[in-house]
C-alpha cells in the first residue's frame, strides 16, 4: 500500500475534459415527528443489510441489562413499552412462578408510582400540571458527573398533534440543554383542555416566575450553584402567536418578564422541522407536482424522479431509507430533510425549468450552508442567495406562492448568527419527547393529564445502565468480508458500497475499503479517483462533487483517521457522463 498522491483528486469543471496530471431515559426508538408523530411502519422499508446496519450504530443505546437490577429490567420492559398494569401484574406473577427473582406482586411498587397527589390546576375550561424547570434540571443533572456551566436551556412550546378524533387538546413545555445533544429533553408542564389555553399569561406565568427565581437565587444541587438562563424558545407558527399574545386583548406576553430574554430576537421563526423541511421544500414540490385529478388534488410525478430516487442508498447515519416518492403522502419530516439535503440536485435535474431549477439551487446552496458550523464563512453568501431566492420567489410562481414559510427565510441567516446552525435550535431536539407524550396521551382515558404526569416521574426514577461509552479512539470491527470502523462518534465506515464514501482534508474523494490497526493506530485503506469535477459553480465549496467510476483507482492507499474530513453521501447520476455525485453528510462535518 501507499499513501494518497498529493496530485491525486483535482477538482474540475465538468464541462472541462480531466488533464492527464444519552442518556434518553424516555425514548429508545428512533421515531420521527412530523405533523403526525411516530413511524411505527418504518422497519418496513429495511432490508436485511439495513437492519443490521441499523441495529450496529444503535447498539451503544440499547440498555445494559447485564449491569441493571431484576427489578430495574421490567421496570424499563413496562415503561418503554407503555405497557398496561394488568399486562405488568401478569408478567410479574410468571416471574414470581417460574424463577427466584424476588420481585414485588404490585404494579405500582415496580412503577416507583407517586402516591401524593399530582399538582394540577384549573385554567379556564382545562388542567395546567406544571412539573417545574428546577425538578426538570435537577433530576437530569445529578445523573452526570460533568455538567456544564453557564447552563443554557431551550424550551420548546407546542399543540400536541394527537391522531384520534378527540375534542381534548394537549399543550407541552419541553426543555432541552444546550450542546448536550446526548441529553433528553424533558417536560416542564403539560395543559389539557377541549380549547386552547385561556391566555399565554394564565399557561406561562408559573414558567416564568420560576425563570425570574432561579435567575436570582440560581440552582443548587449538592452544594454546587449553577447560572441558569434561557436561550431561546422553539414553536410552530400558532404556538408561537399564542405565547406571544399576538392576538391577544388581554395585554402583553409574560415572557417580556424573563430577564436578558429578548422576545424578538430570541423567539425562533424560521425553524428547521417547520418551516424549512416541512415547509418551503413540500411547498415547492406542492407547486411542481400537485395538481387536481377529477375532484380532488393528487401528486402528478414524472417517471424520471421515480427511477431516480427507486436508485439511491443512504447512509446509515440518516437512520432511514427514503419511502417511495409513490407514497409522498406519507413523507415524514426527515424524509423531506434527507432529500433536500442529500439528493434533490440529481433528482430534480431536468425535470423543472432552467429558471425554476436555479432558483430552486439557492434555496438548496443556502439551506446546506446554513445547516453546518464548518461552512460558517459561507454564511454571509448564504443569506445572498436566500433574499434573491425569496426576493424573485413572486415573479417565477406568482404573488399568492408567497407564503408565511417562504417570506420567513430571510431571517434564517440572523438566527444563524444568534445561535448557530440550523440543528443547533430545531424541534427536531425536542420531537422524541413529543412522540412519547402523543403515544401516552393518545391511549389516556379523561384522566389523560394525570396519567402523562405520573408516568413522567416514574421514568424519572427509573435506573437505566447503558451500553454506550464515552468514544475514545476509532474502533474497527470485521465479520466475514464485512468491516466496520467507527471513526468518531456519530461517523461508521463500513464497505458495503453504501457507507463507504469519505472526503479527507485535502478534499479527495475516497473509497474505503479496510482498515488495519498499526502500532494502536488504525490505519485506513482504499482507492481513490484520479479525478473528481464540479456539480454546479462552486460546488467544491460546500464539499459537492461528481466523479466517474471508471476514474476510481485500482492501487489502494492508506489514511489516517485524522485524515478523514467528513463521511459522503453517494448519489447516483444517470443524467451526467459523471456516475456519481457526492454530498457531504452534514452530523459528520465538525
Known amino acids: 500500500s501507499s499513501s494518497p498522491p498529493q496530485s491525486s483528486n483535482a477538482v474540475q469543471n465538468q464541462n ?107 385554567l379556564g375550561n382545562g388542567k395546567l400540571w406544571y412539573h417545574g424547570i428546577r425538578r426538570c434540571l435537577t433530576v437530569e443533572l445529578r445523573k452526570h458527573k460533568t455538567c456544564p456551566q453557564p447552563l443554557l436551556f431551550d424550551l420548546s412550546m407546542n399543540r400536541l398533534p394527537l391522531r384520534n378524533r378527540s375534542k381534548r ?24 383542555g377541549t380549547a386552547t389555553p385561556v391566555s399565554s399569561e394564565a399557561f406561562l406565568r408559573p414558567m416564568v416566575d420560576e425563570i425570574k427565581e432561579l435567575y436570582v437565587a440560581k440552582l443548587i444541587i449538592d452544594r454546587t450553584r449553577f447560572v441558569v438562563s434561557l436561550r431561546a424558545i422553539i414553536a410552530d407558527m400558532p404556538a408561537r402567536a399564542f405565547i406571544e399574545a399576538v392576538d391577544s386583548q388581554a395585554g402583553t406576553s409574560p415572557l417580556i418578564d424573563i430577564p436578558n430574554f429578548d422576545l424578538y430576537k430570541d423567539v425562533i421563526t424560521v425553524d428547521g422541522l417547520y ?5 418551503v421544500t413540500i411547498e415547492l414540490f406542492e407547486i411542481w407536482f400537485r395538481d387536481v385529478v377529477g375532484k380532488e388534488e393528487a401528486w402528478i410525478l414524472p417517471a424520471e424522479i421515480l427511477n431516480r430516487l427507486e436508485q439511491q442508498k443512504f447512509p446509515v447515519e440518516t437512520k432511514q431509507k427514503l419511502r417511495s416518492f409513490e ?23 431536468g425535470l423543472l425549468t432552467e429558471e ?49 414559510n417562504v417570506h420567513s427565510l430571510i431571517n434564517l441567516y440572523k438566527q444563524a448568527v444568534r445561535f448557530g446552525c440550523i440543528g443547533d435550535y430545531s424541534s427536531y431536539s425536542f420531537v422524541k419527547k413529543l412522540d412519547f407524550l402523543n403515544n401516552y396521551l393518545q391511549s389516556a382515558n379523561y384522566r389523560g393529564l394525570e396519567q402523562a404526569g405520573r408516568r413522567i416521574q416514574e421514568f424519572e426514577s427509573l435506573n437505566v445502565n447503558y451500553k ?12 466475514g468480508q464485512t468491516v466496520t470502523l467507527h471513526v468518531r462518534q456519530g461517523f461508521m465506515l463500513r464497505n458495503d458500497n453504501v457507507n463507504d464514501w469519505l472526503i479527507t482534508q485535502e478534499n479527495e474523494v475516497f473509497k474505503f475499503v479496510s482498515a488495519r490497526n498499526c502500532n494502536g493506530q488504525v490505519k485506513i485503506r482504499g482507492k481513490l479517483f484520479s479525478h473528481i469535477y464540479e456539480v454546479f459553480d462552486s460546488s467544491s465549496e460546500i464539499l ?29 447520476d444517470d443524467t451526467e457522463e459523471q456516475n456519481f455525485v457526492f454530498f457531504p453528510l452534514l452530523s459528520t462535518l465538525l
Open 468 to 479: 454506550r461509552q464515552p468514544f475514545s479512539e476509532p474502533v474497527c470491527k470485521g465479520k
Open 356 to 404: 425554476k431549477y436555479k432558483h430552486f439551487m439557492l434555496y438548496f446552496c443556502a439551506i446546506t450552508i446554513l445547516s453546518s458550523k464548518q461552512h460558517k464563512h459561507l454564511w454571509e453568501k448564504a443569506n445572498q442567495k436566500l433574499r434573491e431566492f425569496v426576493g424573485t420567489f413572486a415573479k417565477i410562481y406568482g404573488t399568492n406562492a408567497v407564503t408565511s
Open 169 to 192: 387538546q394537549f399543550w407541552s413545555i419541553l426543555l432541552k440543554i444546550v450542546d448536550q445533544p446526548n441529553w433528553p429533553a424533558m417536560v416542564v408542564a403539560i395543559y389539557s
Open 327 to 349: 407514497d409522498l403522502s406519507l413523507w415524514k419530516s426527515t424524509d423531506w430533510q434527507t432529500f433536500l439535503l442529500y439528493a434533490s440536485p440529481v433528482v430534480l435535474k
Open 544 to 572: 459537492i462533487f461528481s466523479a466517474k467510476m471508471s476514474e476510481l483507482s485500482s492501487e489502494e492507499y492508506e489514511l489516517k483517521c485524522s485524515d478523514v474530513k467528513c463521511k459522503l453521501v453517494k448519489v447516483i
Open 16 to 122: 472541462e475534459s480531466p488533464s492527464s496530471s444519552d442518556l434518553d431515559i424516555l425514548f429508545q426508538d428512533t421515531q420521527d415527528y412530523e405533523m403526525d408523530l411516530g413511524d411505527s411502519d418504518n422497519s418496513a422499508l429495511l432490508d436485511e443489510s439495513d437492519e443490521e446496519m441499523s441495529s450496529d450504530t444503535e447498539e451503544d443505546d440499547e440498555p445494559d441489562f447485564a449491569r441493571m437490577s431484576n427489578e430495574d429490567c421490567v421496570r424499563y420492559w413496562a415503561l418503554a413499552g407503555n405497557e398496561s398494569n394488568a399486562s405488568i401484574k401478569m408478567i410479574l406473577r410468571i416471574l414470581r412462578a417460574k424463577t427466584n427473582f424476588n420481585l414485588p406482586t404490585d404494579p405500582r411498587k415496580i412503577l416507583r408510582t407517586q402516591r401524593h397527589p399530582m399538582r394540577i390546576h384549573q
Open 275 to 279: 418551516q424549512v423541511d416541512t415547509g
